[in-house]
């Protein structure tokens, strides 16, 4: 089965200190991982995918299959970084698989 | 480009009655995709809508059905609301062919079942 896990609940840095938000996933096959961003007020939204191997807003997460983590990084974290964050898994023609997030808030 | 919208923004109902929420996919987009939101979990996936017919479903029971209609806009129907379906409903809509389609998600329907 798969299953997407998010440690952390909530997340609370200081503006300019390193971001990691952990995300482990279950899923036998090849799976493509996602990381959608909710901030306040506003709707769900695509930040990342690993095939895209990019960065956005400053945001990297690399897959690592072999610890079957997919964890999200910012090496100086803004205030506009605060939001909820949810890691989602897709495999094959499986639907999108979301953990249950974790909020980041980031101090000034 | 018109993003994805839902209707109602939000709704009280009753147990046992019955509702059906609406979303119009963002132009261009064949599929739709309805998720339930419970308070502190993420989105967990119903169905999906691929031109008009269902092609996939979620851990729902019968009561929650759908429709796609020729515009590709779509229709949650819920019969016979308990009070564990209370939740954010989110509809996105996608672009689906053979490579990986993003889902564009819609502000979502709040329900609150009494």
């Known amino acids: 089965a798969q299953r997407v896990t998010q440690p952390e609940k909530l997340l609370s840095v200081f503006k300019g200190a390193p971001v990691e938000l952990k995300c482990n996933y279950s899923?036998?096959?090849?799976?493509?991982l996602f990381w959608y961003v909710q901030y306040s007020r506003q709707r769900l939204q695509l930040l990342l995918r690993?095939?895209s191997r990019e960065s956005i807003k400053g945001f990297t997460a690399d897959l690592n299959k072999g610890e079957t983590s997919f964890h999200l990084k910012k090496p100086f974290a803004q205030e506009e970084d605060s939001a909820m964050y949810y890691c989602?898994?897709?495999?094959?023609?499986?639907?999108?698989?979301f953990g249950k997030g974790t909020r980041l808030s980031v101090i000034a | 480009e018109t993003g994805v919208t839902q209707s109602p923004t939000h709704l009280i109902k009753t147990r046992g009655q019955q509702v059906t929420l609406r979303c119009s996919s963002q132009?261009?987009?064949?599929?739709v995709s309805w998720y339930q939101q419970a308070l502190g979990q993420g989105p967990q996936f119903i169905f999906q809508?691929?031109?008009?017919?269902?092609?996939g479903r979620g851990n729902f029971p019968p009561r929650f059905s759908g429709l796609q209609f020729p515009n590709y806009s779509s229709e949650l129907n819920v019969n016979a609301l308990e009070l564990d379906d209370s939740a954010l409903y989110l509809c996105?809509?996608?672009?689906?062919?053979?490579?990986?389609?993003?889902?564009?998600f819609g502000p979502g329907t709040r329900l609150l079942v009494l």
């Open positions: 809508y691929y031109r008009e017919e269902e092609n």
């Open positions: 899923y036998s096959g090849s799976p493509e």
């Open positions: 132009s261009g987009h064949n599929t």
């Open positions: 989602a898994l897709k495999g094959g023609n499986t639907p999108l698989v």
């Open positions: 996105a809509s996608s672009l689906s062919g053979r490579g990986r389609e993003t889902q564009y």
């Open positions: 690993h095939i």
